[in-house]
């Protein structure tokens, strides 16, 4: 599976960005993709999950504001960002994890995703 981010840069505080993530590879019928936010000295924090069926599930931190979607089963992963807060810089990773179970919950725990993109640095000034 390979995974490329793109669409991170800096943005005023209140402005939108859209993150997408070129996926290749998936071989399985069911899989959890997500996306990822980690600051410099602290671990990976979940943002945003969607499955194969289109269920998704967002941190308390991005209910509201960001949204998740994919297209073309999935070609590409976007996380639409709006109303940035600095306090949501960071580098974005987007992430896959596929299970051969159709149905399966998907988790927002990096632990349970074994495969990763190089990230994208996110940065929003106040």
């Known amino acids: 599976v390979q995974l490329v981010e793109s669409g991170g840069m800096s943005v005023q505080g209140g402005g939108s960005l859209r993150l997408s993530c070129a996926v290749s590879g998936l071989t399985q019928s069911f899989y959890c993709m997500a996306w990822f936010r980690q600051v410099f000295g602290k671990e990976r924090e979940g943002v945003a999950i969607?499955?194969?069926?289109?269920?998704?599930k967002y941190a308390d931190s991005a209910k509201g504001r960001f949204t998740i979607s994919q297209n073309n089963g999935p070609q590409t992963v976007y996380l639409q960002m709006n109303a940035l807060e600095p306090n949501d810089s960071g580098i974005y990773y987007c992430?896959?994890?596929?299970?051969?179970?159709?149905?399966?919950?998907?988790?927002?725990?990096?632990?349970?995703?074994?495969?990763w993109g190089q990230g994208t640095q996110v940065t929003v000034s106040s």
């Open positions: 992430a896959a994890r596929e299970v051969s179970l159709y149905g399966s919950l998907c988790y927002m725990d990096a632990t349970s995703y074994d495969n």
């Open positions: 969607i499955d194969r069926i289109g269920s998704t």
